[in-house]
């Protein structure tokens, strides 16, 4: 099992990313799927979820940021808009199957002028 994320980067504050999670090795369709955060010096945060059932959300950032899958891709997204500098952090993707849990390699986000 992968998965991979990209599109993290720095950006303004106030500017927008969109991160991408691709899952391989796996029924991607059957895991719900979660974006999580670590920033340095703090313990990792789930920012966003999303059921593989019904599509359901949950988001602990919420207002700016957007969750959503294509099962046909195998893909994960996070959009995130009005970045301040404390969404600064690494972001993973996580995979959740009962017990069972996959996780990314991460990708930095820094929001800095």
């Known amino acids: 099992v992968q998965l991979v994320e990209s599109g993290g980067g720095l950006v303004q504050p106030g500017g927008s990313l969109r991160l991408s999670c691709t899952g391989s090795?796996?029924?991607?369709?059957?895991?719900?799927m979660s974006w999580y955060r670590q920033a340095p010096g703090k313990e990792r945060e789930l920012v966003a979820g999303?059921?593989?059932?019904?599509?359901s959300t949950t988001y602990t950032v919420k207002g700016r940021f957007t969750i959503s899958r294509d099962n046909a891709k195998k893909t994960l997204y996070l959009q995130m808009n009005s970045l301040k500098s404390e969404d600064t952090a690494v972001y993973y993707c996580?995979?959740?199957?009962?017990?069972?849990?996959?996780w990314g390699q991460g990708t930095q986000v820094t929001v800095s002028s």
């Open positions: 999303i059921s593989h059932t019904d599509g």
């Open positions: 996580c995979a959740r199957l009962n017990t069972l849990r996959y």
């Open positions: 090795g796996l029924t991607f369709s059957v895991y719900d």
